[in-house]
């Protein structure tokens, strides 16, 4: 006879009840570490996202701090002594006061990191004036850099701190949309214009993402119906398109860090910019025309969209102003 154990006996063939209650604990501990290994992986997933959400809210910081406050140095360094050398030049009515802006924003060009590639041939007829998008107050440098001319901007931009006294340093003409000032504003473009000088307008009325062209407004080109010295003024295209950055294409994404535009700060946007490298500019110069070739302001305004437009979605495509490596803050002509 088998010895009886502490659980009594054990007949041949019986089942082992203590070894199945052994595995059934195991198997309900196993299934209870199972359950608090969800619990906590599922914790951590949630804390992983609120940290994923909150880095995506951030905006994009790229470049350098150092980069960023070196520029704005030198651009305050050069901007403070030379605008009352700006002011002394347009109290006596010199022509320095038109040439002394072009040498400024070049400077200003080379200070920001601009490579600027020129495409097409520049109006030489005095008064000409420039139809062109607007992505942001850096068309102003890009610009003031290529052509002798003055801006028309709205009246809001003569009291914006410390822009407004530079764009009326450079003889910005203020245009005020109020009904009932056409007239008055009618009078001072012409006045400028039968002095010679050529102006640059921005018809969308606008800046925007610089993905795109909005549409012009027809009833601020009716300035190119003025007849200085009883001709056609001469209306030229331009098309301002901001492509690359340090080297490479700038994608859809990363534009708006030059664009400015809806609720954007001025000084948060300057900042952002300051920081980032290089930046290549396309402006392209469409063929020259006049509101006689056109029966009418809206088809003159139809064909300045339309040659805009082109130009700039071949330049963010990549058909024109391939990049390639040129001096910083340069213009070059293709």
């Known amino acids: ?20 209650m052994a595995v059934a ?8 570490q199972r359950a608090a290994q969800e619990r906590r992986l599922a914790k951590r997933a949630a804390a992983l996202a609120k940290v994923v959400a909150a880095d995506a809210a951030e ?10 406050a070196w520029r704005l140095a030198f651009y305050v360094g050069l901007t403070l002594p030379l605008m009352p050398v700006q002011l002394l030049l347009v109290s006596l009515g010199s022509g320095g006061a038109a040439r002394l802006p072009l040498f400024y ?23 000409t004036l420039y139809v062109c998008n607007h992505t942001s107050y850096l068309d102003i440098p890009v610009l003031g850099s290529i052509l002798p001319a003055s ?21 910005t003409v203020f245009v005020d949309r109020r009904r009932g000032t ?3 504003q009618r009078e001072q473009l012409q006045e400028r ?10 018809p969308e009325g606008t800046s925007n993402d610089g993905n795109r062209v909005l549409p012009f407004r027809s009833a601020l080109l009716s300035v190119a119906e003025a007849r200085p010295h009883g001709q056609p003024l001469t209306v030229q295209p331009v098309s301002i398109s901001y492509v690359g950055l340090n080297g490479l294409p700038l994608g859809h994404g990363l534009r708006p860090l030059l664009a400015w535009y809806g609720d954007m700060t001025l000084g948060g946007h300057l900042w952002t910019f300051c920081r980032l490298g290089r930046v290549r500019v396309v402006v392209e110069f469409h063929p020259v025309t ?45």
Request: with cysteine; proline share 6%; charged share 25%.
């Open 59 to 68: 905006p994009i910081a790229l470049g350098s701090s150092w980069l960023a």
């Open 182 to 184: 056409s007239h008055q």
């Open 25 to 32: 604990d195991r198997s309900q501990l196993t299934e209870r």
């Open 105 to 127: 924003h070049r400077l200003c060009c080379r200070i920001f990191g601009f490579d600027i590639r020129v495409i097409g041939e520049i109006s030489t007829r005095r008064p």
């Open 151 to 171: 801006f028309v901007a709205k009246t809001e931009v003569a009291s914006w701190p410390g822009f407004g006294l530079l764009a009326k340093l450079q003889r």
């Open 290 to 334: 006049d509101v006689t070739a056109f029966p009418s302001r809206k088809e003159l305004t139809r064909y300045c969209l339309d040659r805009v437009a082109d130009g700039v979605s071949r330049a963010i495509a990549g058909l024109t102003g391939a990049l390639s490596p040129v001096q910083s803050g340069t213009v070059k002509k293709d």
């Open 193 to 202: 214009l039968d002095a010679g000088d050529n102006l640059i307008l921005f």
């Open 1 to 20: 006879m088998a010895a009886p154990s502490k659980m009594g006996s054990v007949e041949p063939g019986a089942p082992d009840v203590t070894l199945a």
